[in-house]
C-alpha cells in the first residue's frame, strides 16, 4: 500500500540494490502542486531552544517512542533474536534505545519484547546504563505487538513514534524532524529517502518458480524508500489499530494502517544511517557506521 495515495503498488526492487539507499517501503509521492503537505518542516533547534524549559513543555504535547522488538529476524540467520545481535559488542534494542532516548522530542520510550524474554530484556537495558525503560509484552504479531506497546504508554502522551528496533542507527535529527511534524499538525508522518534504483512492479508468474512478468516501471522520482520512526497523533494510532484490528486485516506497517482511515501520511527526509539491519551483510554495513561514528564522534 503506497503511504502517500492508497494505491496498491507493489514494486519489485532489483537484487543488490545499493545500501547508501536502504531497501524499505516504497511509495508513489505526488507532485508538490498535489500535494503541498509533503513539504511540512519541523520547528528548528534554534527556534526551539529560544523558548524556556518551562514554557516549551507547556506548549508542547508529551511524545513517547515504542519499539515492536518480539520479531525472530530468520533472514539473519538462527539464533538469538534480531533485536538483540551485537552490533559493535552492543545489542541492537541497546542501539535503538538510546537513539530514541537521546532525541530532544521524545520523553518516554516503551520496548515491547517476546513474553518468554521479559525478564532478560529488563536486565539488558539496565546493564547498559538507559533511562528507565518500560518493557511490556508483545504479541503474536507486530500489529499485536505495537497495539500493547501503545496501551501502555500514559495518558498524558500525545505523540507516538513507533521504531524498529531493526533501525539502531537512526540520528537523532530524523526522530525530531519526524515528532516536529506531528507537532505541527500532521496526523501521520514517515521518513523516507528517494529511491536511486530503477524499479518495476511485477505480476505474479505464469507458473511457480518463473519469470515474473513486469507490469509497469514506475517514475522513481516520485518513489522513496520509506524508514521509521514513524510518528502519529496519538488518537489517530490508536483509532486506525482498534478498526484494522477489529477488521482481522493484519499489516506491517502503522502508516499503511492509517492510510486505510483514509487519514493522509505525509513524508519527511529520512537518513541514509537509517536502514534496516536485516541480512548478514546489514549487519557488516551496520559495523562500519558505527566504526565511523567512533572516528568523527567519538561515539
Known amino acids: 500500500m503506497c503511504r502517500a495515495t492508497g494505491q496498491q503498488v507493489r ?14 517501503t516504497l511509495c508513489a509521492i505526488p507532485t508538490a502542486a498535489e500535494d503541498t503537505n509533503l513539504n511540512a518542516q519541523p520547528m528548528s533547534p534554534d527556534a526551539a531552544a ?4 518551562s ?10 517512542a515504542v519499539i515492536p522488538a518480539a520479531g525472530r529476524g530468520v533472514r539473519l540467520g538462527p539464533g538469538t533474536p534480531k533485536a538483540l545481535r551485537s552490533l ?18 521524545v520523553s518516554l520510550v516503551v520496548v515491547v519484547a517476546p513474553r518468554e524474554s521479559l525478564s532478560a530484556v529488563r536486565n539488558l537495558l539496565d546493564e547498559h546504563s538507559l533511562p528507565e ?6 504479541g503474536e504479531t507486530r500489529q499485536d505487538s505495537v497495539r ?51 524499479v518495476k ?13 513486469v507490469v509497469e516501471t514506475p517514475d522513481r522520482s516520485r518513489l522513496r524508500a520509506v524508514q521509521t520512526p514513524q510518528g502519529f497523533a496519538r488518537a489517530t494510532l490508536a483509532a486506525a ?44 554495513l551496520a559495523e562500519a557506521v558505527l566504526a565511523r561514528r567512533r572516528r568523527t564522534d567519538g561515539f
Open 11 to 24: 514494486p519489485a526492487v532489483t537484487e543488490g540494490a545499493d545500501h547508501r539507499v536502504p531497501p524499505g
Open 50 to 53: 529560544l523558548r524556556a524549559p
Open 55 to 64: 514554557e516549551q513543555a507547556a506548549a508542547d504535547p508529551r511524545t513517547a
Open 88 to 105: 559493535n559488542g552492543t545489542p541492537m534494542l541497546v542501539h535503538a534505545v538510546r537513539a530514541m532516548a537521546q532525541a530532544r522530542a
Open 133 to 138: 525503560v518500560p518493557v511490556v509484552p508483545g
Open 148 to 198: 500493547l506497546g501503545l496501551a501502555a504508554l500514559p495518558d498524558d502522551v500525545e505523540i507516538v513514534l513507533v521504531h524498529d528496533a531493526a533501525r539502531p542507527l537512526v540520528p537523532a535529527e530524523v526522530v525530531d524532524a519526524v515528532a516536529g511534524a506531528v507537532r505541527d499538525g500532521a496526523p501521520a508522518v514517515v521518513p523516507a529517502l528517494p529511491v536511486s534504483d530503477t
Open 201 to 213: 512492479r511485477v505480476a505474479a508468474p505464469l507458473q511457480t518458480g518463473g519469470p515474473e512478468p
Open 241 to 284: 489499530h482498534a478498526r484494522i484490528g477489529r477488521e482481522g486485516e493484519g499489516a506491517t506497517d502503522d502508516a499503511g494502517m492509517v492510510e486505510r482511515l483514509g487519514v493522509q501520511v505525509v513524508v519527511v527526509p529520512g537518513s541514509e544511517q537509517a536502514f534496516k539491519v536485516t541480512r548478514p551483510l546489514d549487519l557488516v
